[in-house]
């Protein structure tokens, strides 16, 4: 069983950052694919970015959207992922949620077993 709490989430203007976190419970946390989805009021859930082990070390993945201006990472220690969100754009708001599965495609969300309550991210033209 894995719990996971998101937070960093807030109101900013176009082109700035933002940090959001998502503390994970469990001792298997580095076993687990971790990923980001975010939902926009009367849109579907949409993979935002995943992050991994592999044989080869840690492997990323980014929606088209978000590609140059988001950055996923992970800390095992802390069992915490993080996403950098810079650059941002009005389309880039919604509701945040951090995801997390040991099996399955990394960018489909009913592969996702657990889930977080989800953090709102606004950002103003």
């Known amino acids: 069983q894995v719990q996971l709490v998101e937070s960093g989430g807030g109101l900013v203007q176009a082109g700035g950052s933002l940090r959001l976190s998502c503390a994970a419970s469990?001792?298997?946390?580095?076993?687990?694919?971790m990923a980001w989805f975010r939902q926009a009021p009367g849109k579907e859930r949409e993979f935002v970015s995943a992050?991994?082990?592999?044989?080869?070390?840690?492997?990323?993945y980014y929606a088209d959207s978000v590609k140059g201006r988001f950055t996923i990472s992970r800390d095992n220690v802390k069992n915490t992922m993080y996403l950098q969100m810079n650059g941002l754009k009005p389309e880039d708001t919604a509701v945040y949620y951090c995801?997390?599965?040991?099996?399955?495609?990394?960018?489909?969300?009913?592969?996702?077993?657990?889930w977080g309550q989800g953090t709102q991210v606004t950002v103003s033209s």
């Open positions: 995801a997390a599965t040991q099996s399955g495609l990394y960018n489909r969300s009913y592969d996702y077993a657990y």
């Open positions: 469990g001792r298997t946390f580095s076993s687990y694919t």
């Open positions: 992050i991994r082990w592999s044989g080869l070390g840690l492997i990323r």
